[in-house]
């Protein structure tokens, strides 16, 4: 049970990569090799222009893979740890040459 269980993430996982667009790639690999940080620090160290990284990260956050939290006015950005197993599967699949990036 446990493995077809794995097996549906991983292929849940490539078809969600497979549908983000380039920018909420990127958006999540800035959260990993970053960690946490508000929009305007993210958009810039994903170079996401503002308007489209709003976008991104709702679809990011309607997905589990990243969570949004406020401090003060700003909103601070994190990758959740469905979002952490999400990069390393692609990274793992795109090495194997089986994921389009």
């Known amino acids: ?53 709003d976008h991104v990260i709702m679809q990011l956050y309607a997905l589990g893979l990243v969570d949004v939290t406020a401090e003060g006015k700003s909103k601070i950005c994190s990758m959740t740890k469905l979002g952490e197993e999400f990069i390393e599967l692609k990274s793992s699949i795109s090495e194997e040459g089986n994921l389009v990036q």
């Open 1 to 53: 049970m446990l493995n077809n269980l794995s097996s549906s993430l991983s292929e849940y996982f490539v078809q969600v990569g497979n549908r983000l667009p380039d920018e909420a790639i990127r958006v999540l690999k800035a959260l990993e090799n970053h960690g946490r940080m508000n929009k305007e620090e993210l958009s810039l160290t994903s170079r996401v222009k503002r308007a489209v990284l």
